[in-house]
């Protein structure tokens, strides 16, 4: 059986998975794009080397990624998702009753129809009629947008190429001036266990621009340093606090994983003093 080394750009380690069969390989404008399917995972998405999702896992990475802030809103209409381009996120915040508007922001169209074809339980809700896809930079569409958004997700590739720009101050005060008075942001930082560093300066980089900015954390098996974060902001709500009763349908995400996802107040100030040693 043919193996599939990852070529993770943060990672000290690598990753081997066994291929069963290669199912799709391209290159769009952007990246390279591969499905492969493995015997424990299923099939899996990888861009330039790295993987994104995989059948078995990819609940545990779109649930956390979405409905903490989703349940942290009183009320998210209007909801721009940017990258995602599976559309797991999508899939997630479409549970929400209150949704009336999803912007889908992909830069790279041809992962959308990779998607589409071969992870349909993933893309199920990418033809919503509630739905709009634009095919662009994420950043460029946020910019200059008068505050309108309810709550902000990216779910982007690794914070590194044409994925950098959703990783500035600048990209973080275009956010912030394109969410109503109540919005929320969020965006994935990687893992506390690998890239540390990283995590920390996201955050700071959040609290130039918002008044409320926290991080919380899930475990998942396929992404280096498996203690992925992420890191949320909001211009006037607690965000550990659940405003709304929690009725969706989930496997992984609940009222009590939201209560113990946020990372612990005093280890959260080691943390942003730089005191947490490992």
């Given at each position: 059986?043919?193996?599939f ?16 069969r ?5 290159k ?7 499905v492969i ?10 861009l ?10 990819e ?31 999508v899939r ?14 992909e830069?790279d ?40 958004i309810?709550?902000?997700i ?30 929320m942001?969020?965006?994935?930082s990687?893992?506390?266990?690998f ?25 998942i ?7 992925w974060?992420f ?12 405003r709304r ?6 496997r992984y ?26």
């Open positions: 059986m043919i193996k080394f990852e070529k993770d750009p943060y990672a000290p380690i690598q990753y081997v998975y066994e291929v069963e290669v199912l799709h390989k391209s769009s404008e952007f990246q390279e794009i591969m399917e493995n015997p424990y995972f299923g099939k899996m998405l990888i330039d080397g790295v993987v994104q999702i995989t059948e078995r896992d609940l545990f990475y779109h649930e956390m990624l979405v409905h903490p802030l989703m349940h942290a809103h009183p009320a998210p209409k209007k909801v721009v998702v940017i990258g995602g381009g599976d559309g797991g996120t997630e915040v479409l549970k929400h009753n209150s949704v009336e508007k999803v912007y889908f922001i830069i169209e041809e992962v959308i129809n990779v998607s589409k074809k071969f992870f349909p339980t993933v893309a199920c809700g990418i033809d919503d009629k509630r739905v709009e896809i634009k095919c662009m930079d994420g950043a460029e569409f946020v910019k200059g947008r008068e505050g309108d309810d709550v902000v990216v779910d982007s590739t690794d914070i590194v190429g044409f994925a950098k720009s959703l990783f500035t101050v600048e990209f973080f005060k275009s956010v912030k001036e394109s969410l109503t008075d109540e919005g942001f969020v965006t994935l990687e893992s506390l266990h890239h540390k560093d990283l995590v920390i300066e996201v955050q700071e980089a959040m609290k130039l621009i918002f008044p409320i900015v926290d991080l919380y954390t899930a475990s098996a396929t992404y280096a340093g498996n203690w974060t890191s949320a902001a909001s211009k006037k709500h607690d965000l550990r606090q659940m009763e929690y009725k969706i349908d989930t995400y609940s009222d009590e994983i939201h209560n113990q996802a946020f990372m612990p107040p005093k280890m959260y100030e080691k943390l942003m003093q730089r005191k947490l040693q490992w």
